[in-house]
C-alpha cells in the first residue's frame, strides 16, 4: 500500500460523493454555481475532510506499509498532532500525516477540477432531460 494509491481512492470517492451532493440539490441551484463559476462551497470542505478521515488506514501493519514507501509519513511532523488518541506515537503520527496529505491532495484536487465536475454533471442532466422531452 503506498500513499498514491490512498489518493487515488480517496479522489474516486470524493468525486462520488460530490456528484452524490449535487443529485440532493434542486437542478436550479447546482446549474446556478455552474452559471456563477463558483468555486469550492463550504460543504465541500466537509466532504473533503470526511473523505480524508475515511480513506486513514486504521491498522498497524497498513500504516507501517505506507510510512515504508513514503517515509516521510514517519518523519514529520504532522500540523494537526498525532491522530487517533492524541498520544505520538509512531502509527498515531504515520496516520496523521497521512489524513493531512490526503486532505491537501483533496483540496488541490478540487481548486482544480470542481467547475469541470460541475459541468460534466450540467451537461449530463441536460442531455438527460432533452430525451426525456423528446
Known amino acids: ?19 452524490d451532493e449535487f443529485e440532493m ?7 446556478e454555481m455552474y452559471k456563477d463559476e463558483e ?7 466537509d466532504i473533503i475532510f470526511e473523505v480524508a478521515d475515511s480513506n486513514v488506514p486504521i491498522y498497524t501493519s497498513d500504516l507501517l506499509d505506507v510510512a515504508s514507501n513514503d ?4 518523519t ?4 494537526l498532532g498525532p491522530a487517533f488518541d492524541g498520544k505520538p506515537t509512531p502509527t498515531n503520527i504515520i496516520a496523521a500525516n497521512i489524513f493531512e496529505g490526503i486532505e491537501e491532495n483533496l483540496l488541490d484536487f478540487m481548486n482544480s ?3 469541470e465536475i460541475l459541468e460534466d ?3 449530463e442532466h441536460e ?7 423528446d
Do not use: C, S
Open 1 to 19: 500500500m503506498n500513499l498514491q494509491d490512498i489518493y487515488d481512492d480517496a479522489v474516486e470517492e470524493l468525486k462520488d460523493r460530490i456528484t
Open 76 to 79: 514529520n511532523k504532522p500540523g
Open 127 to 133: 442531455k438527460t432531460q432533452k430525451r426525456i422531452e
Open 121 to 123: 454533471y450540467v451537461l
Open 71 to 74: 517515509n516521510w509519513v514517519a
Open 39 to 45: 468555486d469550492n462551497p463550504d460543504w465541500v470542505h
Open 113 to 115: 477540477e470542481f467547475h
Open 25 to 31: 440539490m434542486p437542478f436550479e441551484d447546482v446549474n
